[in-house]
């Protein structure tokens, strides 16, 4: 059976990477993302005799266009669909941390929460009280710590069912101002029509009237390499660069 599919994704610095090495150990490979000087690193771990893939997307603040990482970061969530998106978070700065939460919500449903640096944040004093905000943020919240591998088994406990398709989730969906918000309903069926239902149509659209062309790049080749895959008949979308 083919393995299902985790991407790790968070701010640079939460303790992707620590998590990533301690689920996989030694069955790890690093590379580039093709035509990026961003390093790819992929890994296998079993959990409940079930095989997962796991990659280790570069830490962003965003994931919009800035830089090569995030475009990498988004690309992978968009157009590979993972299984599992982990978001992993400074249990220490929740609040600069959210911003990325919530813009992966915006992208897909299947999101779970991981709020790492839990033993830092205790140091510090500082409570989490992870049932409220996965009520409020509609999606599974576990804490955890990777440097001192506490709450792993639960956090795996998740990813499986989540995997296996049995954790309904609600993403809490950022709400804009009105005119954004009847931007976004006249441009939408257009972006639907256009590109299909099998991606996160209102994100594409905000990004779209956010002037995003690399967005725009990427759902070109996208739908080159389906091409040529003899998957998709003729589409195609205008970038202007
Ligand atoms: N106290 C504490 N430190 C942690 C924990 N997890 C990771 N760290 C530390 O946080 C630092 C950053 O961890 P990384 O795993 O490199 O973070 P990252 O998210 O991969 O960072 P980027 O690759 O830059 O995005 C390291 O010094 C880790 O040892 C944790 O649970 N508790
Ligand atoms: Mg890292």
Redesign the pocket.
């Known amino acids: 059976m083919e393995s299902y599919r985790i991407a790790l994704a ?12 301690l689920l996989t150990g030694l069955r790890q490979h690093t590379g580039n993302w093709p035509g990026k000087t961003v390093i790819h690193a992929e890994g296998e771990f079993n959990h409940k005799d079930t095989d997962f893939t796991i990659v ?1 997307l ?2 962003t603040y965003s994931l919009y266009s800035n830089s090569a990482d995030e475009e990498v970061a988004r690309d992978y969530i968009i157009f590979d669909k993972p299984d599992v998106t982990l978001v ?1 978070l400074d249990a220490t700065s929740l609040e600069r941390n959210m911003n990325l939460a919530l813009q992966v919500m915006e992208m897909t449903d299947r999101v779970i929460v991981a709020l ?5 944040a205790k140091k510090k004093g500082i409570e989490v009280n992870s049932e409220a905000l996965s009520k409020k943020l509609g999606v599974p919240v576990v804490k ?5 591998n506490t709450g792993i088994k639960e956090l795996l406990d998740t990813v499986h069912e989540m995997a296996l398709g049995n954790v309904p989730t609600t993403p809490y969906r950022m709400t804009y101002s009105a005119d954004i918000e009847a931007k976004i309903e006249e441009l939408s069926p257009k972006v639907r029509q256009m590109i299909g239902d099998e991606f996160p149509i209102r994100w594409i659209s905000l990004r779209l009237l956010d002037g995003d062309e690399s967005i725009l790049n990427s759902l070109n080749d996208y739908f080159r390499r389906e091409r040529k895959k003899g998957g998709f008949s003729n589409v195609s979308v205008n970038a202007t660069t």
């Open positions: 968070g701010n640079p610095n939460t303790g992707k990477s620590t998590l990533f090495n280790d570069p830490g992993v790492n640096l839990m033993d830092e955890i710590s990777a440097r001192n």
